[in-house]
């Protein structure tokens, strides 16, 4: 693997994507003898050696290489002695602060570098149907729906749309139970679902439901009808 932009140095890479720590510490490390710091990093923490595996890379003269993936360099980068290792461990800890404070321009970083058209399309719809949820849990609080009112609301969309329950759905899809459904949920059923909780918030606010049973009632009607036309539309 050639790096232009770091003098054309070289980082060798197995067929299994794992690379060099030695080419690792000396180009991205920065380090003139990375045999030598390899060593000590091996001596001083010992857990580093978890993370690699031995491989020889072909080629006359060549010898057993510590090699490592992407996870166990990211340890051992954070280790590593001299201002590279201080700026990662700096970097890092900015990296959390921004993830703690729900810094929205980390998710912008993170869109900018992905090229990914698919990708891009579900971040957008994804982000559409927070702000749809945001705004339909604001008409069911003022519809007086309390406590676990808000989960049976949803419930009945997803009932209405997925046939299943969030819990259903969860498992349908291989998921745990802490895991969030809307994250593992496809563009089609977020786009289908945001439609709908923006549907389902009219539609509570025209007939002036109130309270947790009534808005759920109105939840499942606006489902099904959304179900019932979709289907219709694409067995036309």
């Known amino acids: 693997m050639i790096i232009p932009e770091l003098g054309n140095f070289e980082i060798r890479k197995n067929a299994h994507g794992e690379c060099s720590v030695y080419d690792l510490i000396a180009v991205v490390?920065?380090?003139?003898?990375?045999?030598?710091?390899?060593?000590h990093l091996c001596k001083e923490y010992s857990e580093v050696l978890t993370f690699c595996q031995n491989f020889k890379f072909p080629g006359r003269g060549q010898r057993a290489t510590p090699v490592t993936n992407k996870e166990g360099w990211a340890y051992i980068l954070g280790l590593l002695p001299g201002v590279m290792g201080k700026k990662y461990r700096e970097s890092v800890a900015k990296l959390v602060l921004q993830y703690l404070d729900g810094d929205v321009k980390l998710a912008a970083e993170i869109a900018d570098r992905n090229d990914n058209q698919e990708h891009l399309e579900w971040l957008e719809a994804r982000i559409r149907s927070k702000l749809t949820r945001k705004n339909f849990t604001g008409v069911l609080k003022a519809r007086k729906v309390r406590g676990r009112g808000y989960s049976i609301c949803t419930n009945k969309i997803y009932l209405g749309l997925f046939c299943g329950t969030a819990k259903q759905l969860k498992a349908s899809?291989?998921?745990?139970?802490?895991?969030?459904?809307?994250?593992?949920?496809?563009?089609?059923?977020?786009n289908q679902t945001a439609f709908t909780e923006d549907l389902s918030g009219k539609r509570i606010n025209k007939v002036d439901a109130y309270g947790n049973d009534k808005c759920a009632s109105e939840c499942l009607f606006v489902a099904q009808k959304v179900a019932d036309f979709s289907k219709n539309i694409l067995s036309a």
């Open 29 to 39: 490390g920065g380090q003139k003898d990375p045999c030598n710091v390899w060593k």
């Open 173 to 190: 899809k291989g998921l745990r139970e802490k895991d969030s459904l809307r994250d593992n949920l496809s563009i089609a059923e977020l």
